[in-house]
């Protein structure tokens, strides 16, 4: 360690340092362009140019190091001088009309008043380019020259990035970050009409072996890089989709970088840091986070799925020894439904020291995915084998019992009840003949299936229903002896509610699929179906976009059918709570504060399908998820309710370069092949279950998930990436004494929260009474800004719309202020 002197400010720095490192830890601003924290030093812009006493030359704060006894002044008018040269040179070769313009606030940049050229006005990034930041601190010299537009390339049709050489001021930083800090080095510097850019080393960035990871784009300081698919301010949750996607909040690009690093059981802890059930996930999720995933803009997304059931079948039972056992409460939760939501709950709960009882009526737990998948996509082993790990943690299970009266719970020493019932009801289609003797509906006839009851379906079967349910039963139908199906559904391939992959492996087996036809009735005989009349579809929803199908006169057609299995949604079945009221609302769906989940009942919770209607499995833990964190903090809890079975190793950025990357293809999926028995063949229920519903899709090899797991762009890297440290703002402490300072005139105020976070911009009559109003809010703001001006509704409107630019959204204080707080 060394000492110096900054801004006569005594600096204790280590002997390493440079001068721009030593200032910036104490909190001295010395700007540019080139420098950037997690970067070598650049020394290209020359803005970081500091005076050292008993040297005649200025020297780069980013490449001059610290020497005992040195003095540096930073902001001596020799200083600023030369920086304000150094500026307009750079601004000279990048568009800065804008930044000079009196009515650049809130500015469209689409109509300009001033009769700017579109190709002389800023880039999108007005308003939050740190070129403008850097030129306001700095100054823009007046006779600054007109900025000459050179056409340079604008490449817009590559993936996830798109660049503009004409905003490029050859400040390297994204060369350094994918060279230095990536060591990927797919960019790097070129000449284009005697300017200095950076561009790929090859024709493309694929061809560059670029690893799309847009850290380059992070650390640009003009529009030169930018992300093709997204806007203004970039959220974390933008920029990895795959976590903010997932319902639970599972770290995707963590537990995905562990796989690609082999370390499989690693992987495992972190996906059950946040649900039980990783291996029927793994399986039958509907995979919000592959659909979302940045991949899929280059070729397919990263099979995230499978990746998450390679783990879990793997399962060493290693994170079992990672979970710390809390202290009893004292506090009993009464849990009723086994379903993926209740046991979600139940598991959190006793985690947390609380002492729960699940209840199910059915002779099983394990809900829909017990009852309602068939086995040959989720095996029975699986999912017992999970609910047997719930189990072990403290949850006590009770099959075959129905809770007739929930409210009488909380008599029996209950302190809180979580309603989980499902949606096990079936939607009815209301035609002629449906209730005749083989209809069924898909539900219920799965739960049939699935509990070994024999189900008489006959030969040729009508499956009603364009859903994932609807393919589930048809497919489950074949196994259990048809010979022929066939669904019939309103909409067209494109527009079927079922998974794209559902319905392709619903065709392989056999299944026919008729588009676009309604069933107008079921025909019977003797109290027997015998088929059906279709009829041709006009048109599924009205001009106000409400599902009323209508249909084409004198397109019936009549279809032989030994059954009908209607599969076009589900709802509660009517419920037994009691004396309870006002918990059940529209549609016997259960009434619940989103936020908490808690019902007009004071200390009974709802989760799951019986709240928000048929969803998915990831959907429903996520409900059970929520519900466990408001049930705890009734019981006078904080409401955590995760827990690290993975201790976070330090980041590493370093990721290398891999030839051909952006080509590597997705691994396809591993089936097993079904093939119906011989002619009029029928399985009896026990052999059925396991010869006829084996599980057809298969797991992916080791290599093969490890490569899949390497195909991930690493979207993360960017939020490990340090914000540039730009000019000092002027934001002032909000308390009496501040505002005591404030003028009584026109005006505008911006509010803060303690991480600089913008709450709202308001325009008023009185800027100090106005201000003195938002004391009682003292607890939430933390700093705040004003200007004096008397046009302020104008200027209000100007600092809203530049902040809607930059932010995508309106700052949330504007309105109401009691709505926000």
């Known amino acids: 360690m060394i000492n110096l002197t900054i801004d006569g400010l005594p600096v204790e720095a280590e002997a390493s340092f440079k001068i721009l490192e ?107 380019c740190e070129v403008r930041k850097i030129s306001e601190y700095i100054g823009i010299k007046p006779e600054i020259p007109r900025y000459q537009f050179l056409n340079l390339p604008l490449v817009l049709h590559e993936p996830l990035i798109q660049r503009d050489y004409n905003l490029c001021i050859g400040c390297q930083r994204c060369v350094r970050v994918c060279r230095d800090v990536l060591g990927v080095g797919a960019l790097h510097v070129v000449e284009m009409q005697d300017r200095s850019v950076a561009s790929p080393t090859g024709l493309t960035l694929a061809e560059s072996h670029c690893r799309f990871c847009t850290a380059c784009v992070e650390v640009c300081p003009t529009g030169a890089l930018s992300d093709r698919d997204l806007y203004g301010s970039v959220s974390p949750s933008a920029l990895v989709p795959c976590r903010s996607s997932c319902p639970a909040e599972i770290d995707v690009a963590r537990y995905v970088k562990l796989i690609a690093d082999e370390q499989f059981a690693n992987a495992l802890a972190v996906i059950r840091e946040k649900v039980p059930f990783p291996a029927t996930l793994g399986r039958v999720c509907f995979h919000p986070c592959e659909t979302n995933c940045r991949r899929g803009k280059i070729n397919d997304p990263v099979s995230i799925c499978r990746l998450k059931r390679f783990v879990a079948d793997q399962d060493s039972g290693w994170w079992r020894g990672m979970q710390k056992a809390a202290l009893p409460t004292g506090r009993r939760v009464a849990v009723v439904g086994a379903g993926p939501a209740g046991l979600t709950a139940a598991y959190f709960l006793v985690k947390l020291g609380h002492d729960v009882t699940v209840f199910e009526a059915l002779p099983v737990a394990g809900g829909m995915p017990r009852v309602g998948i068939p086995p040959y996509r989720l095996p029975r082993d699986i999912l017992e084998r999970e609910i047997a790990d719930i189990v072990r943690t403290g949850v ?40 005749l003797t ?98 041709a579809v006009d048109s599924i929803f009205d001009p106000e976009g409400r599902f009323n199908p209508t249909y084409v006169d004198g397109s019936e057609e009549e279809t032989q059918a030994d059954s009908v299995i209607v599969s076009i949604g589900q709802k509660p079945e009517p419920n037994f709570l009691g004396k309870l009221d006002g918990i059940t609302g529209p549609g016997g769906y259960l009434s619940v504060d989103p936020k908490t989940l808690a019902t007009p009942a004071k200390g009974i919770f709802a989760s799951g399908d019986a709240v928000s209607g048929p969803k998915s499995v990831i959907d429903a833990i996520a409900s059970g998820r929520l519900a466990a964190s408001s049930i705890d903090r009734f019981l006078g809890g904080n409401g955590v309710i995760d827990e690290e079975l993975v201790t976070r190793e330090p980041a590493v950025a370093f990721i290398g370069k891999v030839e051909g990357f952006a080509g590597m293809r997705r691994h ?138 930059e932010h995508g959204c309106l700052p949330e204080g504007t309105g109401d202020m009691d709505d926000l707080f």
């Open 22 to 128: 030593a200032a910036r830890k104490v909190g001295i601003y010395i700007p540019g362009l080139c420098s950037h924290p997690d970067l070598p030093p650049g020394g290209i812009c020359g803005l970081c140019l500091v005076e050292v006493e008993g040297l005649e030359d200025l020297v780069q704060a980013c490449e001059t190091k610290v020497e005992p006894g040195m003095v540096v002044h930073t902001g001596t008018l020799r200083v600023l001088e030369y920086r304000r040269n150094k500026l307009a040179a750079i601004l000279g070769n990048h568009p800065h009309s804008c930044l000079t313009c009196a009515q650049r606030e809130g500015c469209s940049r689409t109509q300009c008043s001033s009769n700017v050229p579109a190709n002389e006005r800023c880039c999108p990034k007005l308003g939050s």
């Open 396 to 435: 006590r299970i009770k099959t075959d019992c129905r809770i007739e009266d929930a409210g009488s719970l909380l008599s029996q020493g209950f302190h809180a009840i979580l309603l989980a019932t499902g949606a096990h009801g079936a939607v009815k289609l209301g035609v002629p003949g449906e209730d």
């Open 438 to 535: 083989g209809v069924f509906y898909g539900v219920s006839f799965l739960r049939q299936v699935n509990l070994g009851e024999h189900v008489p379906l006959g030969t040729r079967v009508v499956v009603v229903g364009g859903g994932n349910v609807a393919m589930d039963t048809a497919r489950t139908a074949l196994r259990l002896g048809a010979r022929e199906v066939l669904v019939y559904c309103l909409e067209s391939h494109g527009e079927m509610l079922a998974f794209p992959e559902e319905v392709e492996e619903t065709l392989q087996e056999g299944v026919i699929i008729r588009h676009s036809r309604g069933i107008k009735s079921i025909l019977g005989k003797h109290g027997q179906v015998t088929g059906v009349v279709t009829i």
């Open 668 to 805: 396809g999926i591993l089936r097993r092949p079904w093939r119906p028995g011989p002619q009029g063949s029928s399985c009896p229920p026990g052999h059925m279950m396991e010869a006829k519903f084996a599980e057809v899709e298969q797991d992916l090899l080791e290599d093969m998930a490890v490569t899949e797991a390497e195909r991930c762009l690493r979207c993360d890297l960017r939020l490990m990436i340090a914000k540039p440290p730009l000019p000092p703002d002027h934001w002032l402490t909000f308390d009496a004494q501040s505002i005591s300072r404030v003028p009584d005139v026109e005006g505008v105020y911006q509010l803060l929260d303690k991480d600089k976070k913008l709450l709202a911009i308001v325009g008023t009559a009185n800027l100090k009474h106005s201000l003195e109003e938002q004391l009682e809010y003292a607890d939430k703001i933390s700093f705040f800004g004003y200007e004096v001006e008397p046009m302020y509704t104008s200027r209000e409107s100007q600092l809203i719309q530049q902040f809607l630019q």
